[in-house]
């Protein structure tokens, strides 16, 4: 079978990453690792950009990539015209079976949808909620990534759903639905855990209002006088923006915080190495690589009840779920992870079991081919 897979080279947004090598994001490039174990399919990779990277021509024995540059004016201010229009020309050279949208919040997903093949999308950020919890002014991103996905989900033969919290929220929208979690770099399984003292908690993602780092912290403060810990934050922060210095105002008066900034998958893999803890206080989430990593790697998480996080951990079992709206839930919950080494040990032992079981980039791949399989059994390809 030949894939038409359509995502964002990261090289485009983060300088840092100005390698030689593309960066898909966690999610898309695990799932890759899964493709280039199937030796019976042929994946092309497409991504657009607004300059030239240095790429190779394959990325696996089964994988080739393909970097399109894309003029500004072909962006997001005429609604992706520009990548539409070159993916669709890439895509009648190589003649896929089908074609699968990386996320609804660029250009990708309206790429797949007007393609002219079959094709199906993942939402790895439900853009209609979360543009409601960033309370997005209109025509800010988050606004008009909303209304791309509301434009999108109905126009794709279907929608792989990471967890059932997005199968809810594109039900009335979509015409098929499938259920897949994310695929984990498999370089995590390998991890393993060496937690030390004091205890360490990893809390990572980008500072924002969503991810609901500040309420963290205030909440930790009455255990911070009891016990000795520290908390490091991992992840973008655009000090521009009001939460994020109110992030660093909070960070500078506790010793016990700070924060190492944006890091790359090795560089968590070795953060993950010494943590006694992650947690994901979020207001909203849909299936965050962070929780999925820190169970391959077998370290214990504490994550807040909201969006699909209840998909990924069964509480008291392979993790603990808070309240994030609630100090005295999130505090207690990690005090009783920290308090209770033997549970902190079991809960992590069954997530990186299960994670073996679920999240293992073969099996997702799999799966995936199994989806591939059924729309391309009832759709015909357009030339």
Request: proline fraction near 6%; charged fraction near 20%.
């Amino acid at each position: 079978m030949k894939i038409g897979f359509l995502t964002t080279d990261a090289r485009e947004s983060f300088p840092q990453l100005n390698a030689g090598t593309p960066n898909f994001g966690s999610a898309p490039q695990a799932l890759l690792q899964g493709f280039a174990l199937l030796p019976e399919i042929q994946v092309h990779v497409i991504s657009c950009t607004q300059r030239p990277f240095a790429s190779p021509e394959k990325l696996a024995d089964n994988i080739w990539f393909h970097s399109l540059v894309v003029p500004k004016i072909g962006w997001l201010r005429t609604g992706y015209q520009g990548c539409i229009r070159a993916v669709r020309k890439k895509l009648r050279e190589i003649q896929p079976e089908i074609v699968h949208g990386q996320g609804t919040e660029r250009d990708c997903a309206i790429s797949a949808v007007f393609s002219g093949f079959p094709n199906v999308l993942t939402i790895h950020g439900n853009m209609r909620l979360v543009a409601k919890v960033e309370r997005a002014r209109p025509f800010s991103f988050w606004w008009l990534a909303a209304r791309l996905e509301t434009f999108t989900v109905p126009r794709s033969q279907g929608v792989v759903c990471i967890t059932n919290y997005t199968r809810d929220a594109v039900a009335g929208l979509a015409q098929k639905t499938w259920v897949v979690p994310n695929a984990v770099d498999a370089g995590f399984f390998e991890v393993r855990a060496n937690p030390g003292s004091p205890p360490v908690i990893l809390c990572a993602g980008a500072v924002c209002v969503r991810k609901n780092q500040n309420a963290f912290i205030r909440a930790l403060d009455p255990l911070a006088t009891k016990q000795k810990f520290r908390l490091v934050f991992l992840g973008a922060a655009l000090e521009k923006d009001a939460y994020v210095r109110e992030f660093f105002g909070l960070l500078s008066s506790r010793a016990w915080c700070e924060h190492a900034g944006f890091v790359d998958r090795e560089t968590l893999k070795s953060h993950l190495r010494g943590a006694s803890l992650l947690a994901l206080p979020s207001l909203e989430d849909n299936c965050p690589m962070t929780v999925l990593e820190a169970a391959a790697a077998g370290v214990p998480v504490v994550a807040a009840r909201v969006g699909g996080v209840p998909d990924l951990i069964e509480d008291g079992k392979t993790g603990l779920l808070c309240n994030p709206l609630d100090a005295v839930s999130m505090s207690n919950a990690v005090e009783k992870m920290l308090a209770q080494p033997q549970l902190s040990q079991t809960v992590a032992m069954e997530a990186k079991k299960q994670a073996h079981e679920r999240f293992h980039p073969r099996v997702v791949a799999q799966r995936h081919l199994e989806i591939y399989r059924e729309v391309t059994g009832r759709t015909v390809a357009v030339d």
